[in-house]
């Protein structure tokens, strides 16, 4: 079945740095999402990519939706400890009636 | 505006006990509904979706099984739970998939 690499696995970084995840497939995606999950709660969408070579921001956040349709990544800007959580990407196939998730990225910060 | 329900919150069983997980869902109609598992706090498992009342597709088996009695309704059970059942299940709706999913707030089980 389809699956989603999604790296890195953990992050540990200062308060203030910039940080880049990202997500790659063999399959091809129509929708690229992003997810945060903070603990103990849901997930909780952070951006929603449709178009291959969208960028798309949201506050400090910035995803791209890859122009071969296969990959995305997503960027924070001057991180602050209320990044910390698990960052999750999600691809949508055409027809599909359901997502495939990345296996997700720990982001910690350092005060 | 639509919104999500899941409980309890949390829940303790013991082995051999039964299970009921309930969601349900306000302000759509005909949402396409899931249930994930994450353990350890990584990666959400699908465990079961439905696109329409009695419809369920299940992804992985288990000791589980799911039920969908009302449109906006979607149980999670068991008969005899497993220690391996410990988890975090969580609950989604989409409609047909489409601008993704919005998830429940979870149930965290551990099974003793």
């Known amino acids: 079945g389809q699956q989603l690499n999604q790296s890195p696995q953990s992050m540990f970084i200062q308060e203030g740095e910039d940080v880049s995840m990202n997500c790659t497939s063999s399959?091809?995606?129509?929708?690229w999402l992003w997810y945060k999950q903070d603990p103990g709660e849901g997930p909780v969408l952070l951006i929603a990519?449709?178009?291959?070579?969208e960028l798309t921001s949201n506050g400090r956040l910035t995803a791209q939706f890859g122009i071969t349709r296969k990959d995305s990544f997503l960027n924070i800007s001057a991180s602050i400890p209320s990044d910390v959580g698990i960052y999750f990407c999600?691809?949508?196939?055409?027809?599909?009636?359901?997502?495939?998730f990345g296996q997700g990225t720990r982001l910690t910060i350092n005060p | 505006s639509q919104t999500i329900h899941q409980w309890p919150a949390t829940l303790v069983q013991p082995v051999g006990s039964p299970l009921s997980l309930e969601c349900t869902v306000e302000?759509?109609?005909?949402?396409?509904l899931y249930w994930y598992r994450q353990a350890a706090g990584r990666g959400l498992q699908l465990l079961f979706y439905?696109?329409?009342?009695?419809?369920i597709s299940s992804e992985v088996p288990q000791n589980l099984s799911a039920s969908r009695p009302q449109d906006r309704q979607f149980i999670l059970s068991s008969k005899k739970l497993l220690l391996s059942d410990s988890g975090f299940y969580l609950c989604?709706?989409?409609?047909?998939?489409?601008?993704?999913?919005?998830f429940g707030s979870g149930t965290r089980l551990t099974v003793v």
């Open positions: 302000g759509t109609s005909n949402p396409n």
């Open positions: 439905s696109v329409g009342i009695g419809q």
């Open positions: 399959s091809i995606f129509n929708t």
């Open positions: 990519l449709y178009k291959a070579g």
């Open positions: 989604a709706w989409s409609v047909r998939g489409i601008d993704g999913y919005t």
């Open positions: 999600a691809g949508l196939i055409q027809g599909a009636q359901k997502l495939v």
